[in-house]
Nanobody
Framework: QVQLVESGGGLVQAGGSLRLSCAAS???????????MGWFRKAPGKEREFVAG????????YYAGSVKGRFTISRDNTKNTVAVQMNNLKPEDTAVYYC?????????????????WGQGTQVTVSS
């Protein structure tokens, strides 16, 4: 089991930026680079949705169409962290954002592929 702790959420005006970070930890032998990582979000009254994902070494990134060109996911395997830089934020980006870890394979955009989840961090974008 991987422990994930998100940080960086807050209130921002439309057009502004935020950077979310997620710190991962585990038991002895834990290897962060063995996990693909993803960010998901859930807005009130809506289903959880995929935001961005990144492969083990960080060479490949995947984005939801609604955030492509505005959000950038990155990881630092030396610090066991994954981050998402969010620019040009819109009110519709308001949600609780979750970091998730995937030990195996499967569709990186599907939340069912993930084994561990963080508690979430609130992002609110005002118009």
């Amino acid at each position: 089991q991987v422990q994930l702790v998100e940080s960086g959420g807050g209130l921002v005006q439309a057009g502004g930026s935020l950077r979310l970070s997620c710190a991962a930890s585990g038991r002895s032998g834990f290897t962060f680079s063995s996990y693909r990582m993803g960010w998901f979000r859930k807005a009130p009254g809506k289903e959880r949705e995929f935001v961005a994902g990144i492969n083990w070494g960080g060479e490949y990134a995947y984005y939801a169409g609604s955030v492509k060109g505005r959000f950038t996911i990155s990881r630092d395997n030396t610090k066991n962290t994954v981050a998402v830089q969010m620019n040009n934020l819109k009110p519709e980006d308001t949600a609780v954002y979750y970091c998730a870890a995937n030990r195996g394979y499967g569709n990186i955009m599907d939340g069912r592929s993930y084994d561990s989840w963080g508690q979430g961090t609130q992002v609110t974008v005002s118009s």
